[in-house]
């Protein structure tokens, strides 16, 4: 079973900035394309982010030009720059290995336990 741990959320004014770090420990992320997901409360969970093998970004509308995700692979580790903030990027992120796909990926069904991002007006 593949363990995501997501961290990096916290309480942030509009307009600020945030890192989410995703981390594993028993599986190699270089390997695999990852992606960041959100859900808010009462919604469904969304795709946000997604990065290849290879490194290729893909992004959802509502974020782009505002999130970046990269991939450290000496740190085994995938992360989600988040800046300009909006009270509507409050949600739990997720991490997840995916199987890559247009318009979004496909998520491959491990989950961590999420990091709450939470933006005051």
């Known amino acids: 079973q593949v363990q995501l741990v997501e961290s990096g959320g916290g309480l942030v004014q509009a307009g600020g900035s945030l890192r989410l770090s995703c981390a594993a420990s028993e599986i190699t992320l270089r390997n695999n394309h990852m992606a960041w997901y959100r859900q808010a409360p009462g919604k469904q969970r969304t795709w946000v982010a997604a990065v290849s093998v290879s490194g290729t970004a893909n992004y959802a509308d509502s974020v782009k030009g505002r999130f970046t995700i990269s991939r450290d692979n000496a740190k085994n580790a995938v992360y989600l720059q988040m800046n300009n903030l909006k009270p509507e990027d409050t949600a739990v992120y997720y991490c997840?290995?995916?199987?890559?796909?247009?318009?979004?990926?496909?998520?491959?069904?491990?989950w961590g336990q999420g990091t709450q991002v939470t933006v005051s007006s």
């Open positions: 997840s290995i995916v199987y890559w796909g247009w318009p979004s990926p496909v998520p491959r069904g491990s």
